[in-house]
């Protein structure tokens, strides 16, 4: 209100339209925030800071040649712009322009290093960090930066510190355990753990899945909040407060942050410290560098434990490894691997199907074909060739699937070649 009544007083105040269009930003308001920088350059097309910011947009919305274009703009313009230099660098990884890259390493790393030094918030994002030839004091110094901002900014709440539950008596025995995510939905983080909700000890644990985005509609989102004893949506409570008493109210005694410092992520959240134990999990697998969070679930492969000094949690290991995968659920029809063999012989350019159960299509002996040069594969069942030539017919003809007397056969690479094609026509 008061950016507004600021441009309703001087219609031509740029600094007003840029720094409404970064509160927008912050209110997930783009479209708003788009046309806020927009208005801002049209005033003054001097203004590198709304510059920036436009190519921040552009940068978030994935359109990455216009943010190139915008930071390129800004820096010209104003040529000492730490943010501009920094957010420039991430851009031109993600288009994999490596021209000049050693020279421009080297410069974000002094200006890193300069930041750091003068107790300022760095340039580089802790997700971006990992990308660069950072030390790894570096890194944790960039995260802990970051963590001291939740911080700082939960303290306008003015809230008291919470009560925990003093033991199991309130929940029956039961360790209440509370994941938190903006990835509930079709994104990697869930391809990889859906599955896990459902797969606790209800006499031991009772699971509670608080989502920080909106429900997308996909089977991802259903499954987890199907299978989760408790789903809740803190999309629709954007008070960061607020979500955290609803996570103490429920009476969590271990809650984990999934999303550290990756998209969506509500740190906040966590730094008002709802929960007695705070741990990071599988989303990001960097530190917190906060000192809100207790513990990083990994394992001794990723985090060595003599590199745990760089961790700012204490770390809790894992068996075998802390990154899990839901490939049974996933891809089922991977489970069985049928060699369509035709003459006995083993080569490299012969069909394979997969399928749940090739009993009608599998003769009784197995081979271990080689593929690729490799010699220890796992033993293929060797397809019936009475269905050979039908398949190597729909394969060469690009067919999407053919009925034998056995059942459907898909053709799996025409089927994904017709997926790219529709994919492309509806963007």
Same mark, same amino acid.
């Given at each position: 209100?008061?950016?507004?009544?600021?441009? +309703?007083?001087?219609?031509?105040?740029?600094?007003?339209?840029?720094?409404?269009?970064?509160?927008?930003?912050?209110?997930?308001?783009?479209?708003?925030?788009?046309?806020?920088?927009?208005?801002?350059?049209?005033?003054?097309?001097?203004?590198?800071?709304? /510059?920036?910011?436009?190519?921040?947009?552009?940068?978030?919305?994935?359109?990455?040649?216009?943010?190139?274009?915008? #930071? $390129?703009?800004?820096?010209?313009?104003?040529?000492?712009?730490?943010?501009?230099?920094?957010?420039?660098?991430?851009?031109?990884?993600?288009?994999?322009?490596?021209?000049?890259?050693?020279?421009?390493?080297?410069?974000?790393?002094?200006?890193?290093?300069?930041?750091?030094?003068?107790?300022?918030?760095?340039?580089? /994002?802790?997700?971006?960090?990992?990308? #660069?030839?950072?030390?790894?004091?570096?890194?944790?110094?960039?995260?802990?930066?970051?963590?001291?901002?939740?911080?700082?900014?939960? !303290?306008?709440?003015?809230?008291?510190?919470?009560?925990?539950?003093?033991?199991?008596?309130?929940?029956?025995? +039961?360790?209440?355990?509370? #994941?938190?995510?903006?990835?509930?939905?079709?994104?990697?983080?869930?391809?990889?753990?859906?599955?896990?909700?459902?797969?606790?000890?209800?006499?031991?644990?009772?699971?509670?899945?608080? =989502?920080?985005?909106?429900? *997308?509609?996909?089977?991802?989102?259903?499954?987890?909040?199907?299978?989760?004893?408790?789903?809740?949506?803190?999309?629709?409570?954007?008070?960061?407060?607020?979500?955290? *008493? $609803?996570?103490?109210?429920?009476?969590?005694?271990?809650?984990?942050?999934?999303?550290? #410092?990756?998209?969506?992520? $509500?740190?906040?959240?966590?730094?008002?410290?709802? =929960?007695?134990?705070?741990?990071?999990?599988?989303?990001?697998?960097?530190?917190?560098?906060?000192?809100?969070?207790?513990?990083?679930?990994?394992?001794?492969?990723?985090?060595?434990?003599?590199?745990?000094?760089?961790?700012?949690?204490?770390? =809790?290991?894992?068996?075998?490894?802390?990154?899990?995968?839901?490939?049974?659920?996933?891809?089922?029809?991977?489970?069985?691997?049928?060699?369509?063999?035709?003459?006995?012989?083993? $080569?490299? *350019?012969?069909?394979?199907?997969?399928?749940?159960?090739?009993?009608?299509?599998?003769?009784?002996?197995?081979?271990?074909?080689?593929?690729?040069?490799?010699?220890?594969?796992?033993?293929?069942? !060797?397809?019936?060739?009475?269905?050979?030539?039908?398949?190597?017919?729909?394969?060469?003809?690009?067919?999407?699937?053919?009925?034998?007397?056995?059942?459907?056969?898909?053709?799996?690479?025409?089927?994904?070649?017709?997926?790219?094609?529709?994919?492309?026509?509806?963007?």
């Amino acid at each position: 209100m008061h950016y507004k009544e600021a441009i +309703r007083i001087s219609p031509t105040f740029a600094d007003a339209y840029s720094n409404m269009g970064n509160t927008l930003k912050e209110m997930q308001d783009i479209q708003g925030a788009l046309q806020c920088y927009t208005r801002a350059i049209q005033i003054n097309p001097a203004f590198a800071d709304a /510059h920036s910011n436009l190519a921040s947009i552009h940068k978030d919305s994935g359109s990455i040649p216009e943010a190139i274009a915008s #930071y $390129r703009t800004a820096l010209k313009l104003k040529p000492d712009f730490p943010d501009a230099y920094c957010n420039l660098a991430h851009c031109l990884q993600i288009v994999c322009d490596w021209a000049d890259y050693e020279a421009r390493m080297k410069q974000l790393v002094s200006i890193v290093a300069e930041q750091l030094e003068k107790n300022r918030l760095p340039s580089v /994002h802790p997700h971006h960090s990992m990308l #660069y030839p950072l030390s790894h004091s570096f890194r944790k110094a960039i995260a802990n930066r970051h963590g001291n901002l939740c911080l700082d900014k939960i !303290t306008v709440l003015r809230k008291k510190q919470y009560i925990y539950p003093k033991d199991l008596s309130d929940s029956k025995g +039961r360790l209440r355990i509370g #994941y938190v995510s903006s990835d509930f939905g079709n994104h990697p983080t869930s391809h990889l753990m859906q599955s896990i909700p459902g797969m606790h000890n209800r006499d031991k644990v009772e699971i509670f899945c608080y =989502a920080l985005s909106a429900d *997308d509609g996909t089977n991802f989102r259903m499954k987890i909040s199907r299978e989760a004893e408790h789903f809740v949506d803190l999309s629709t409570e954007p008070c960061n407060g607020k979500a955290a *008493d $609803r996570i103490n109210a429920d009476g969590i005694h271990v809650l984990l942050n999934m999303n550290g #410092y990756t998209k969506g992520a $509500r740190n906040e959240i966590f730094a008002l410290r709802p =929960a007695p134990v705070q741990a990071m999990w599988l989303g990001y697998p960097g530190t917190s560098g906060a000192p809100f969070m207790d513990y990083i679930i990994t394992d001794r492969n990723t985090s060595p434990v003599e590199l745990a000094h760089q961790y700012s949690e204490k770390l =809790a290991y894992m068996p075998n490894t802390f990154f899990i995968g839901d490939h049974l659920h996933m891809f089922p029809h991977l489970i069985e691997k049928g060699l369509l063999d035709k003459d006995g012989k083993q $080569r490299n *350019d012969k069909n394979i199907i997969n399928a749940l159960n090739l009993k009608q299509l599998a003769q009784d002996n197995n081979m271990k074909p080689e593929m690729n040069g490799a010699s220890d594969k796992l033993p293929f069942k !060797t397809v019936a060739s009475s269905i050979s030539n039908a398949v190597n017919a729909m394969v060469s003809q690009g067919q999407l699937q053919i009925s034998t007397p056995q059942g459907v056969i898909i053709n799996g690479l025409a089927a994904s070649q017709v997926s790219k094609v529709l994919s492309a026509l509806s963007n």
